[in-house]
């Protein structure tokens, strides 16, 4: 849900599909998917190399979603267009 504020400002969580992206960083929680110990880089076991490289992936990813919604305009809600009349319950009319 967004909300506008006097300063034109939008604020909240805006659907996107590049919010999407942001579920890349979360294969990281697949263990799995790189509990291995070859190939090494460097030396250095691919169980830490990928960590780290992932942890780069990670936040390119969020960039890539924060610069293409920061200028999101968003769609405000339609105008209440129900009197006081009409939303009373009790009483004929």
Do not use: C
């Amino acid at each position: 849900m967004s909300t506008v504020k006097h300063d034109g400002k939008v604020r909240g969580f805006q659907f996107s599909p590049w919010n999407l992206l942001l579920i890349v960083p979360l294969l990281i929680l697949f263990t799995p998917l790189f509990n291995v110990d070859g190939p090494r880089l460097f030396g250095m076991p691919f169980f830490y190399w990928f960590q780290l490289a992932f942890v780069l992936v990670g936040v390119l990813s969020t960039l890539i979603v924060y610069w293409a919604t920061r200028g999101k305009p968003t769609t405000p809600a339609p105008p209440d267009r129900l009197g006081v009349d009409d939303l009373d319950e009790g009483g004929a009319r």
